[in-house]
């Protein structure tokens, strides 16, 4: 599994396992996203255990964790020699010193344990209660690419914190992209994405066009049925699941627009559960309008991952013809919407750099990023900077024509919003992939309270690879 950036992830990781409280942490992520290359990377300085749940019987689980805690067992049926989850927790417990070394437990691919029909969540409370007593920093780690599967509410007073792990952002998966110069990388990202297990198949020697017939249009190809493979598993009605995200691979959608991509479903209420599964898989992503009211109802969804976006736009519909020619496939139906399809994912790009790279030109990174949007607005990117500056930004990934205004129009926009009223100072940002037009380059020059953030900088590249 590749393992990239991940520095945030590993230091929150690394500080719960320094404490000396037992706790229960939770990891979450979709699949492939290097949940468990995260967790490896996080226990080699500790004391440490990662035992992966297989797919097998709750007496199977316990004599594997048995035998991986140093007691094994001559056979799974020998219920006289096969602990509980109570004494296997107790045996993990009790190799963190009292007041001394702690030792961490990784669970991986927890939800088994429910397929399995485990009762984990009483011992598990318990053994931690005790652990506390004693001054034993026992620390279990349940991974799990299903939120629901880790919702044990008895847990509540012993969780020492949730990390939900996101696709790998831009920069972070640069160095296994296609391309030469910084629009070839921001264009990749937005066909492959984030995802490890993604990004370990691609080529970068080959063009980004030849990448996604190999490993996407070819009938034999390794993603050519992602959807399956990623998700068909988990849920029991693919097809509405299918209809969802075919409805979200366009961008960012309100409700309506997803009750509509599910024509069988007649009262929106009926969409919710479906939509609701796809957040716990991780696959989808729920936002607020920054400026929208705390009860609000006014939320916006889009696929988590770049490419699982690009796969329902492009590659589902390549299934419903039998021996298409992946050339003519791409020529036809991918090559007139790439634009489209990178523009739609462009603003996740730029939130993305306000939150980790801002500091380069701006002096601070973002403490909140979003967007806005409104009857009378809609801002791409917007937030507060650590120095306390609230910003706009508009993103263009296709040229902006030369009449065009777009500093007077974001303006407008946030004369509609009351986000970031009364701060000090109020930036505005326009992103571009190409060129600034000359007469939007002097009035951006003639601004203080505006700057503009070209691919270059969206890479960190001045001139393709380092």
């Keep these: 599994m590749i393992f990239l950036g991940r520095t945030r992830e590993l230091g929150r990781l690394r500080a719960a396992f320094d404490r000396r409280d037992a706790s229960i942490l939770r990891v979450t992520g979709m699949r492939g996203v290097g949940k468990s290359a995260l967790l490896r990377r996080a226990c080699a300085d500790f004391s440490s255990l990662v035992f992966r749940c297989a797919p097998a019987s709750d007496q199977a689980q316990r004599a594997a964790l048995q035998a991986a805690l140093g007691t094994p067992i001559a056979g799974v049926h020998d219920s006289s020699e096969l602990k509980s989850w109570a004494a296997l927790l107790q045996d993990a417990a009790e190799m963190a010193e009292p007041g001394g070394r702690g030792f961490v437990l990784v669970v991986d691919d927890a939800y088994r344990l429910a397929h399995g029909r485990s009762r984990l969540e009483s011992p598990l409370a318990a053994v931690v209660d005790r652990a506390r007593a004693e001054q034993r920093a026992l620390h279990v780690v349940l991974v799990s690419h299903d939120r629901a599967s880790l919702s044990f509410p008895k847990l509540g007073a012993f969780t020492g914190g949730d990390l939900h792990v996101e696709p790998l952002p831009f920069r972070s998966a640069i160095g296994l992209l ?28 080959l063009t980004l066009s030849t990448n996604i017939r190999n490993i996407m249009l070819e009938p034999e190809a390794d993603l050519s049925a992602v959807g399956a493979d990623w998700l068909e598993r988990d849920v029991q009605n693919p097809t509405r699941y299918y209809a969802v995200l075919s409805a979200l691979s366009h961008g960012q959608a309100d409700w309506a627009a ?16 479906y939509v609701q599964r796809l957040e716990d898989l991780g696959v989808v992503r729920v936002s607020r309008s920054l400026d929208a009211a705390p009860r609000s109802r006014s939320r916006r969804y889009q696929v988590t991952d ?65 967007s806005l949007w409104g009857a009378d607005h809609q801002i791409d990117v ?5 120095s306390g500056a609230a910003y ?13 205004n777009p500093l007077a129009d974001l303006d407008s926009s946030i004369r509609e919003t009351r ?10 940002i326009l992103f571009s992939a190409r060129d600034l037009p000359r007469s939007v380059e002097r009035e951006v020059a003639r601004r203080a309270d505006a700057s503009m953030v070209g691919a270059e900088a969206l890479t960190g590249l001045d001139a393709g690879r380092p």
């Design 306 to 370: 770049p490419f699982l976006a690009f796969w329902f736009r492009f590659g589902l519909p390549n299934l419903f013809v039998s021996g298409r020619d992946p050339s003519a496939h791409f020529k036809e139906a991918i090559r007139p919407l790439q634009d489209a399809h990178t523009a739609s994912i462009f603003p996740e790009v730029c939130r993305q750099y306000m939150e980790h790279d801002a500091s380069e030109q701006l002096s601070s990174n973002a403490r909140e990023s979003g």
């Design 392 to 404: 706009y930004g508009s993103c263009h990934w296709t040229a902006i024509p030369e009449s065009a």
């Design 382 to 386: 917007a937030g507060i900077l650590a």
């Design 178 to 205: 296609p391309g030469s110069k910084p629009r070839d990388f921001i264009r990749s990202y937005a066909v492959f994405g984030g995802v490890p297990r993604t990004l370990g198949l691609l080529d970068p020697a």
């Design 419 to 428: 986000y970031g009223f009364g701060r000090e100072a109020r930036l505005r």
């Design 258 to 273: 997803v009750h509509a991509g599910v024509p069988d479903l007649t009262a929106s209420g009926q969409v919710a559960p």
